[in-house]
């Protein structure tokens, strides 16, 4: 299941994110840490860690520099 969600965020990083531009707060970005978290802990543990990536990024939420654990 996890190849399947790393193959739909590679196809949005190709298809959509180039015409949205440089949006995230974060370094890696929110796309890139799912990817990273579902390679590293598997599907529940890295679908966990990105809802709790995704739900920091927002105005009043914290940037820069956050890796996958």
Excluded: W
Excluded at 27 to 38: F, G, N, R
């Amino acid at each position: 299941m996890s190849r399947f969600f790393i193959f739909l965020i590679k196809l949005y990083q190709i298809s959509i994110s180039p015409y949205l531009g440089n949006n995230c707060r974060f370094v890696p970005t929110c796309s890139q840490y799912c990817i990273e978290a579902l390679k590293k802990y598997g599907f529940f543990k890295g679908m966990r860690y990105s809802i709790k990536r995704i739900s920091k990024c927002h105005p009043l939420g914290s940037s820069g520099y956050d890796p996958v654990p």
